[in-house]
């Protein structure tokens, strides 16, 4: 958890405010970002929106984007970042959305994770193919990943 140390006090030395927007990982970042006593000076709040209908009502995701792209896409992961800044009081959103396994298709496979970043007027939009390495690693690997981002983030606004 040095990493998440590491990003919590990058945070705090500049004022910065985290939210996090987690579908597959249902609130792993969170909670290891919580896990450090003092957090909750940079950790505004996360959003767990497992299913559809919690994207479009609590993060502002359109009815329209999940039907065009599906939930796990970067269109949606996008809108969901979007949608923590603009319902939190943080300067930083990370999203993740993706699929954990079991299971997948041809054209969305076990592992692949899309993710968004907001901060200041930057989104950015990526998706990882973790591959079909497991639930529980697919949604570890998600979960750091959404951490690496959220400190290249923080470094870009320090």
């Not at 945070?11 to 003092?38: D, I």
Request: hydrophobic content about 45%; overall charge negative.
């Amino acid at each position: 958890m040095s990493n998440v140390s590491t990003l919590l006090d990058l945070c705090r030395k500049h004022g910065l405010k985290l939210a996090t927007a987690e579908s597959c990982t249902g609130g792993l970042v969170g909670a290891w970002l919580t896990e450090v006593p003092g957090s909750s000076d940079v950790f505004d709040r996360g959003f767990i929106t497992y299913s559809n209908a919690a994207k479009i009502d609590m993060l502002g995701v359109k009815t329209a984007t999940l039907d065009a792209f599906g939930a796990v896409s970067e269109e949606v992961a996008g809108e969901m970042a979007a949608g923590a800044l603009k319902h939190s009081a943080a300067s930083i959103a990370v999203s993740i959305t993706g699929i954990a396994g079991p299971g997948g298709s041809e054209h969305k496979p076990e592992g692949r994770v899309c993710f968004g970043l907001v901060y200041r007027d930057v989104l950015l939009v990526e998706t990882q193919e973790f591959g079909a390495i497991g639930r529980e690693q697919v949604r570890e690997a998600a979960a750091n990943h959404a951490l690496s981002l959220l400190g290249q983030a923080a470094d870009a606004l320090s």
